[in-house]
Nanobody, 122 residues
C-alpha cells in the first residue's frame, strides 16, 4: 500500500512564503515523476510543477520564478517552495507521484495525496 502525505500548508499574507512537503511511503520499488497540482474552489485541478527522478522540472506559467520544486530521492519526498505568494495562489495543493510498487508490478501507477490547504490573504 502506497501513501502520499502532504504537509506545510496554511495561511500566509500576500508576498509571504510557504514550503510544502510530500513523502511517499509504503511498498515502493521506484518513483518516477513527482509533482504538485492545485485546485481552487469552483476550478479544475491544475498543474503547478513536476520534477523527474533526474531533476528535470516543469512549471505552470503562473508560478514560474516564484515557486521551486525539488525532491529527495533517498527519502521519496518532493518539496514545493512557494515565494511571493499571491491571493490567486489560494487552493488545495495535491501531491502526485508515479510509483512502481513492487519489482514485478510491470508498470508505474499514479498516486495522489489527500491535499493540503494554502490560503493567501491580501
Amino acid at each position: 500500500q502506497v501513501q502520499l502525505v502532504e504537509s506545510g500548508g496554511g495561511l500566509v499574507q500576500a508576498g509571504g512564503s510557504l514550503r510544502l512537503s510530500c513523502a511517499a511511503s509504503g511498498s515502493i520499488f521506484s518513483v518516477n515523476v513527482m509533482g504538485w497540482y492545485r485546485q481552487a474552489p469552483g476550478n479544475q485541478r491544475e498543474l503547478v510543477a513536476t520534477i523527474t527522478r533526474d531533476g528535470s522540472t516543469n512549471y505552470a506559467d503562473s508560478v514560474k520564478g516564484r515557486f521551486t520544486i525539488s525532491r529527495d530521492n533517498a527519502k521519496n519526498t518532493v518539496y514545493l517552495q512557494m515565494n511571493s505568494l499571491k491571493p490567486e495562489d489560494t487552493a488545495d495543493y495535491y501531491c502526485n507521484a508515479d510509483i512502481w510498487p513492487f519489482i514485478n508490478s510491470g508498470r508505474y501507477y499514479e498516486y495522489w495525496g489527500q491535499g493540503t490547504q494554502v490560503t493567501v490573504s491580501s
